[in-house]
């Protein structure tokens, strides 16, 4: 009773102000949709109607129709689905591996240190856009491949942020004094540093999702994303965009949803940030 209750007072922190509010109820409801979209969904998403396409939104098609005649609104919320599972898996293998080098680097320090963040520092100036497409176009295309790749190269910045986090905090009392207790490396990381960290890992987190949100979606459009006819947002952009001036609502649809999402994983972000008494400002990844 006393975990459940102190998420609550967590959330209700949280959405404490109107646009926290906002932020979660979008989230959520994107959330929900993804959970349930093969529940909810009027048409089947790649049923195409040859007699339908480039429709208006009616009350048919609330979205209008594509190009192929298959109903924008089914796969707008069938795209949900594909960005965020791939994302999430893909932000929490980054969070996982950054932060565990992160927090072992900077605990260690020395010539440990110096090396790692130089070839840190080295994978940081070469364009990820370049690896990323390279990597996917040598390997294959699969959803395995998207989120081992994403969450490879979004790691590398989270290394940078945890290490600084725990240079600042092995300089407390607590961790000399666990040090002269004897504790082992492993205590002192578990009990000792991750608790005094877990903010900044918390809010790296959420940033670091909305923008892997974005550069799937950029994947997706140039043709690296998930495989047709899977629906995915940046392919349905990319598909759709020759039919601008005919039909908006075909590119429309899919670019609200994707950016809603961003908007309000950001919103969340930065309402945590403040939860947990962290200056965003100064703590943004690299």
């Not at 909810?40 to 129709?65: A, C, M, R, V």
Request: glycine share 8%.
């Amino acid at each position: 009773m006393s975990q459940i209750k102190l998420f609550m007072d967590f959330f209700k922190q949280l959405s404490a102000t109107p646009s926290a509010k906002v932020g979660l109820i979008l989230f959520i409801t994107h959330i929900v949709l993804a959970c349930f979209a093969t529940y909810i969904i009027p048409y089947d998403y790649g049923q195409t109607d040859s007699f339908n396409i480039l429709k208006g939104p009616s009350l048919e098609h609330w979205f209008g129709t594509d190009q192929l005649g298959r109903d924008i609104l089914s796969r707008t919320i069938m795209g949900g689905r594909a960005a965020l599972m791939i994302t999430f898996a893909g932000s929490f293998i980054a969070i996982l591996w950054g932060s565990c080098l992160g927090i072992i680097t900077g605990f260690v320090g020395g010539r440990f240190d110096e090396v790692v963040m130089r070839f840190i520092d080295a994978l940081l100036s070469i364009p990820w856009i370049l690896f990323l497409l390279l990597i996917i176009s040598v390997i294959g295309q699969s959803d395995a491949t998207l989120i081992l790749t994403l969450g490879f190269f979004y790691g590398i910045a989270v290394i940078r942020v945890v290490r600084g986090a725990t240079l600042d905090v092995i300089t407390h009392d607590y961790i000399l004094a666990a040090r002269l207790r004897g504790e082992r490396t492993s205590a002192i990381i578990r009990y000792e540093i991750l608790p005094n960290i877990m903010n900044v890992i918390l809010v790296d987190g959420a940033m670091r999702w909305s923008w892997m949100l974005l550069i799937f979606s950029s994947l997706s459009f140039l043709g690296f994303g998930v495989n047709p006819p899977t629906p995915d947002w940046g392919l349905m952009i990319a598909d759709t965009r020759g039919f601008m001036s005919v039909a908006p609502w075909a590119t429309l649809a899919p670019l609200i949803a994707l950016s809603s999402l961003i908007f309000s994983i950001n919103i969340i972000s930065d309402a945590l940030s403040k939860v947990v008494g962290l200056n965003r400002d100064n703590s943004s990844p690299v």
